[in-house]
């Protein structure tokens, strides 16, 4: 199938921004033509969705490879890629290789490094790499400890109107640890650091964005100090968005008894309060942005002990099934969901796509959101299986995907 | 009833297997507390065995012991030497660079090139935390933990409770466990796996546990292990029937933690001076190797009345034979001791 042959999805649950309704959905040229009550018209493939949900191809926020597949499986159609690769993403031309790399089925928006080799200290060429195709720029996993290149970055960054992707943890207090400091981190023995270094490091980034008038997206803010600053922050009208990743609202430090690596992530596992803290913020619309943070790692990098392992997980095939259960509980409702999966982030990246509206790009997922599944390492679509999920039982799995307007096989 | 392969009588234990179940000892914090008074008393025919002019035992005869050690130790690696050669085993000690192990698959490849040979106990030693855990995944024989980062130490924890209560034994003061007893221990808890098998040992067998250190070097959350936190020595120490003292860690320090061992000794060092005045009948622990003059001065380490330092590592030799032995009775088919895998290894 061409990309131009027109779609009409029918007997579909149509997701949009104003609510869930019933309906049917047509595109044309790779983009949503018309939605709501219409009808196909004369050589349209016509798709039955048997009652399933239409909704936008996910835009994962912030992800560490291109893992195709998994994307695929997770209903994710663009990834905004962060900086830290191998080489590091620096230089126009591998930010100019990277933004084709996925296409045409996977639209792939690199994050450029907001200083050379990630290094903290010289700026990068962020003008260039726009040019080249960065949608953004990052300072990677890790904090940028000076804050005179930081706010020199975000000035400059906010004259391009880039939006600054911050790593928020305070690099002196954060130092080598591999967990929040606590019970766990204690009984243990893991080198950690106190779930403050966070707010810090927020409290200093949103002073700066104040300052310079940039965008400033926390990639993640897993505590409830932080997570206070960025929605007084915001109630001042700075321009200020935050993520979070699944594992950060459902799972607790806990979740590395028995020094399971897979629970081993930047920033690490927080309090059970903790994560209470960032449920709170996802309903109460503090968290923008929800992502996997896909960083598929194998055993080289995690059959370790604890503290030598890489941190990160496999997550983009959980992305949707996790934030559902969010819906489930009441804490969002389904609209709301997939503006933390799409709108938002695509918002924030400056793609057309990301919501089911006339003139969008046609990144379309039809979903069944009750599928029952369960996790298993063994068994994942990506690269690698670190999934700090392995062995858990979840609902929603995406039934087929499209890419302007083409299925994706 | 058949032999269980043990000198304890019959009675105070569950028999067999049941007494001990567990393939490795990987820390304290998986033992129960019959599990820890079953190990104690263990150990004690090997006290008797180890004060003979004849040290021998043939109970671990034809078995192979690995001492792999991925971080530098002196002590603690020629005391389960002495325990495994005691024993009969033949033992065998691998130094290995913590750096040619840090990186990649490697230290997943070494067990499994140590499982290979065929050993049927290896003790491990490691700088990271879990290590041993990591180990014991891929190996088929038992795996003792003798120290890894700052997670965990049990054999230390358990010497420890045993020299503590032969010392109490000898005041007349003794019994099965230690209700009632006030330990303080005090120093580098932050970065001290000794102190952590320790808090869990001691608590486990009814002490009142206190851990004295300068905040920085104090772990967040420590008191939901049971112990009660002081920042000042001299009101740790106060009412105290144990003191435990514990060096300074430097090599684990990542910064400045205290200003100078000097500004340390005057806050934190144990003097004869401050024991009077505190605690003049406590007992004086330390694990070794002691920074004199910092964390404890000479003349409360070598009180004979008071220290016992070298009674501790007496009874690392016997708590280790004690270990070696449990953990291969499996494998060596004492009766009462088998497993649906046991022989699984030469199967």
Known sequence: ?409 | MTSTGSSVGTGRFPAGRLAFPHRDLLGIAQLARHEILYLLAEAEQWVELNRQRSKHSDTLAGLTVINAFFENSTRTLLSFEIAGKRLGADVVNMHAAQSSVKKGETLLDTASTLNAMRPDAIVIRHGSSGAPHLIASKVDCPVLNAGDGQHEHPTQGLLDALALRQALDDRGEGAEDFTGLVVTICGDILHSRVARSNVLCLTALGATVRVCAPPALMPTGIEAMGVEVFHDFDAALRGTDVAMMLRLQTERMDGQFVPSPREYHHRYGLTRARLERHAPDALVMHPGPMNRGVEIDSEVADMIDRSIITRQVEMGVAIRMACLDVLTRSARGVPGWATEQAGGQWA
């Open chain 1, 1 to 409: 199938m061409s990309a131009s042959s027109p779609l009409t999805f029918v007997n579909i649950r149509l997701v949009t921004p104003g609510g869930v309704r019933p309906g049917a959905l047509r595109t044309a040229e790779g983009r949503i033509a018309a939605l709501g009550d219409v009808s196909p018209e004369a050589g349209d493939l016509v798709i039955d969705g048997k009652g399933a949900l239409l909704v936008p191809g996910l835009v994962d926020f912030g992800v560490f490879a291109v893992d195709k597949p998994a994307f695929h499986f997770g209903g994710i159609t663009r990834a905004a890629l962060m900086p830290d690769q191998s080489p590091i993403l620096d230089l126009p031309s591998r930010v100019s290789y990277i933004a084709k790399s996925g296409k045409p089925d996977l639209w792939v928006h690199p994050l450029a490094a907001a200083t050379r080799g990630l290094g903290g200290s010289e700026l990068g060429e962020l003008a260039l790499m726009k040019e080249a195709g960065a949608r953004g720029v990052a300072t990677g996993r890790r904090w940028i400890a000076d804050s005179g290149v930081m706010l020199r970055l975000m000035q400059y960054a906010a004259m391009l109107d880039l939006v600054v992707v911050s790593h928020a943890e305070d690099g002196g207090l954060a130092g080598a640890a591999a967990a929040t400091a606590g019970e766990m981190a204690t009984r243990l023995g893991l080198p950690s650091a106190p779930a403050e270094a966070e707010a810090l490091a927020v409290a200093r980034d949103i002073a700066l964005a104040e300052m310079s008038g940039a965008r400033l997206h926390l990639r993640q803010v897993t505590t409830r100090a932080a997570l206070d600053l960025v929605r007084s922050a915001k109630a001042r009208g700075v321009a200020v968005t935050c993520g979070v990743t699944p594992a950060h609202f459902m799972l607790s430090d806990l979740a590395l008894a028995g020094f399971r690596t897979f629970a081993r992530l930047s920033p690490p596992l927080r309090s059970d309060a903790e994560r209470l803290a960032v449920v709170e913020a996802i309903g109460d619309g503090t968290i923008d942005v929800i992502a996997s943070g896909h960083d598929p790692r194998g055993p080289e990098d995690k059959r370790l002990p604890f503290s030598d392992a890489e941190p990160g997980m496999a997550g983009a095939e959980t992305l949707l099934a996790m934030t559902l259960t969010l819906v489930r509980d009441g804490v969002i409702d389904l609209p709301r969901a997939f503006a933390l999966l799409a709108a938002t982030p695509a918002r924030l990246l400056g793609v057309d796509a990301g919501q089911l509206a006339v003139g969008m790009e046609a990144d379309l997922a039809l979903v069944d959101p009750e599928k029952p599944w369960i996790v298993d390492s063994g068994q994942m679509a990506a690269t690698a299986g670190n999934t700090p999920f392995d062995g858990q039982p979840t609902q929603g799995r995406v039934l087929a995907l499209y890419k302007g307007g083409a299925e994706i096989g």
